[in-house]
């Protein structure tokens, strides 16, 4: 049986949004306007500083036009890139 994969990281969260966001041709402005959120709270989930509720997360999606299910499987895309071993040159 294969190993089960790390759970994301605060920082891999922020980073599927922030990849979700930018895809999506929002700024931060843009989008915590629309999520009802403060954008200095938005860019600290983007940082890995802030860990968002299941609400806010459920706000995201719906302002991004996405499922939840699509943030989550965009931070453990994230995370499987940490769990891959280097690539050699």
């Not at 306007?33 to 802030?50: C, F, P, Q, W």
């Not at 999606?61 to 931070?75: F, M, R, T």
């Amino acid at each position: 049986m294969p190993p089960t994969p790390t759970p994301p990281t605060k920082a891999e969260l922020g980073a599927a949004i922030r990849r979700l966001r930018t895809d999506a041709g929002l700024t931060l402005e843009e989008l915590a306007a629309a999520a009802d959120m403060h954008v200095t709270y938005l860019s600290g989930i983007e940082r890995g500083k802030n860990n968002p509720s299941w609400t806010k997360l459920a706000g995201l999606a719906e302002a991004l036009g996405q499922p939840v299910s699509a943030i989550v499987d965009a931070a453990q895309a994230e995370a499987a890139g940490r769990d891959q071993p280097a690539a050699k040159a």
